[in-house]
């Protein structure tokens, strides 16, 4: 089985992406390595920011990897927040904050089309690939569910009846735009 560093400090996203590659693939994450850098995403694209972590990790630590960047484009909001997803309403990343300012400045807009983006950068024997994922959906009128993280509350995708947060992680991660991101991935290899 192939080993590979998942460059990233989100607990959250690390959880997923095991249970997407269980059995196909190894994931080591940054403390496995002993890497516990603040790096930064500095970029003005996912895609940017998901090449930056990457290569810091293949420069500084010698491992090939990967790393992702994920942005919540609103259609509306002239695909804000994007690449800003995270730090939204401010660089504490606090999800609840960022949903609350996402859906203030929804409010009163009946067009509430958005899309989930997530972008892979993989740094893999000497070649740098890029992949993505995209799940299209709306943003709900308020929070619903428990489960998952981030946007995942307000996040209702095209074809179904419930938020991210109220689906099971197992059905979640069968349509999700880091799921079929990294379905590539498992491709790939």
Same mark, same amino acid.
């Given at each position: ?9 989100n ?9 997407l590659t269980?059995?196909k693939?190894?994931i ?6 002993n890497?516990?850098?603040d790096?930064?995403?500095t ?10 972590k ?6 500084? #630590?010698?491992? /090939?990897?990967?790393a992702? *960047?994920?942005?919540? $484009?609103?259609?509306a909001l002239?695909?804000?927040? @994007?690449?800003?997803s ?15 300012l996402?859906?203030?400045n ?14 892979i950068a993989?740094? #893999?024997?000497g /070649?740098?690939?890029?992949? *993505?994922?995209?799940? $299209?959906?709306?943003?709900t009128?308020?929070p619903? @569910? ?34 079929r ?9």
């Amino acid at each position: 089985m192939k080993k590979i560093v998942f460059a990233t400090n989100n607990s959250h996203k690390l959880s997923e992406l095991r249970k997407l590659t269980d059995g196909k693939i190894e994931i080591l994450s940054l403390s496995d390595i002993n890497c516990h850098d603040d790096i930064p995403e500095t970029a003005d694209s996912l895609e940017g920011n998901a090449l930056i972590k990457a290569r810091w990790v293949k420069e500084r #630590y010698g491992y /090939d990897c990967f790393a992702d *960047d994920t942005g919540l $484009e609103v259609d509306a909001l002239g695909g804000a927040p @994007g690449v800003y997803s995270a730090r939204y309403a401010g660089d504490q990343h606090d999800s609840v904050a960022n949903m609350r300012l996402l859906l203030k400045n929804l409010a009163g807009l009946s067009d509430r089309k958005a899309r989930f983006r997530t972008v892979i950068a993989l740094i #893999y024997e000497g /070649d740098e690939v890029l992949m *993505d994922g995209v799940v $299209e959906g709306v943003i709900t009128e308020n929070p619903s @569910g428990e489960n998952g993280f981030g946007y995942d509350p307000v996040f209702r995708p095209d074809g179904f009846d419930v938020t991210f947060a109220e689906m099971g992680a197992d059905q979640k991660n069968k349509i999700s735009h880091r799921g079929r991101a990294v379905a590539k991935l498992i491709k790939y290899f």
